[in-house]
Structure formats: C-alpha cells, structure tokens
C-alpha cells in the first residue's frame, strides 16, 4: 500500500514534522533515490519530491553542471583530436541534442528563463560547431575518394 507524506520543518520549535497526505502533488521536482537497503523498521521510498524552489535550484544546477562538464570534456577532447573519426562526434553531438531536451522537458519549469537560454545557447553553439567539423570530415573524404577513383565515363 503506497502512502505519501510531506516532511516539513517547524519554524517555531525547530522539529520535522511529518505529515500524510491522500492527493497526489503536481508540483515540485520528483527524484527516485538510488540507494535501496533492506531494514527492518524502515520506510521503503520510492520517490521523492521537492517542493522549495531553492532546494530545487540548487540540486538542478549540481545535475546539470555535472552532465555539462561531461559533455564539454568530450567536446575538447574531440577539438583536440585530429583523426577523421565521425563516429565520436556524432555520438557527442547526439549526447549534446538529448541533454538539451531534457533540459526543455524537465528542467526548464523550474530554472530561470535567462539561465535556461544561457544553456541552451552554449549547448546549440556546441552542437554546431561540432556538425561544422563532421561535415568539413565528411566533404574531405569526398574530395579525396574523388581524386582517388578520378572521373571516368
């Protein structure tokens, strides 16, 4: 049987307060916690949801700041990398396309609107220059394949 509980601080005497609750909450920020352990006399939780908007922010920046520098390592590793290997890049560009929409779907209702276009900005920039680079590879081969075979009739 699920049960749902807010667990809420008491501004006047400094204690958790835990209270139970029938509806469902449409607001908030919901996490599926990672660590699950067996106890006896525990609570099994499933889901968690976060419902102050600076806790929020705070736990979305970690998130998105952690997936970013991923994904800005990759991208400088392939700036530095001179092989004609398109397959990394695409696969880059491709982890830069679905950070993006997740970005749009999930995060963009709880992050300020010049934040969300900072990021979104940065990361299309990113995504272009790498499509730059693919498509310069790609005309490369086939200039060269040309030469190779020449024109014949």
Do not use: C, W
């Not at 209270?19 to 699950?36: F, R, T």
């Amino acid at each position: 049987m699920n049960r749902n509980y807010i667990i809420s601080k008491d501004n006047k005497n400094k204690e958790m307060v835990l209270i139970e609750y029938k509806n469902k909450l449409e607001i908030g920020y919901d996490v599926n916690p990672k660590n699950k352990f067996k106890k006896r006399e525990t609570i099994d939780v499933t889901k968690v949801v976060f419902m102050s908007p600076t806790l929020i922010e705070k736990i979305l920046n970690k998130k998105i700041d952690k997936e970013y520098k991923k994904i800005l390592y990759l991208v400088s590793e392939i700036a530095s990398d001179d092989s004609d290997d398109t397959g990394k890049m695409v696969g880059v560009l491709n982890r830069v396309e679905h950070f993006k929409s997740i970005i749009r779907a999930k995060y963009a209702k709880f992050m300020r609107d010049e934040q969300t276009e900072k990021l979104l900005k940065r990361l299309n920039l990113m995504g272009k220059e790498i499509k730059r680079r693919v498509f310069e590879i790609e005309e490369e081969k086939r200039y060269e394949n040309e030469m190779h075979t020449g024109k014949s009739r």
